[in-house]
């Protein structure tokens, strides 16, 4: 065999060698996406089917903490400063 054919047949193997490792790293990249987006997919149907992220009374609590010096009015009302409408 000439060094040339040597050569050429080195590269070959470690080419080959490097492919199959990089195929191999790939895969696991895929498996462990395909966990992270079952992690996700299992977090938002517990969001959506146990009422949302936010519950309504945390929020309102978030809302009364800043409304402190303010009146609240009647959820019949018009406004805060208005009277409640009149029978």
Known sequence: ??????L???VIIVLTTLLFVVGFQV???IVDLRRALK???SILEDAVLGGGL???DK?????ELFGKN?????????GINESPPSL
């Open 27 to 29: 895969i696991l990249i």
């Open 54 to 56: 936010i519950r309504p």
């Open 8 to 10: 050429l047949i080195i």
């Open 59 to 63: 929020l309102t609590g978030i809302l």
């Open 70 to 78: 303010k009146k609240l009015g009647k959820r019949g009302g018009g």
């Open 39 to 41: 992690r996700v997919n």
């Open 1 to 6: 065999m000439d060094g040339v054919q040597k």
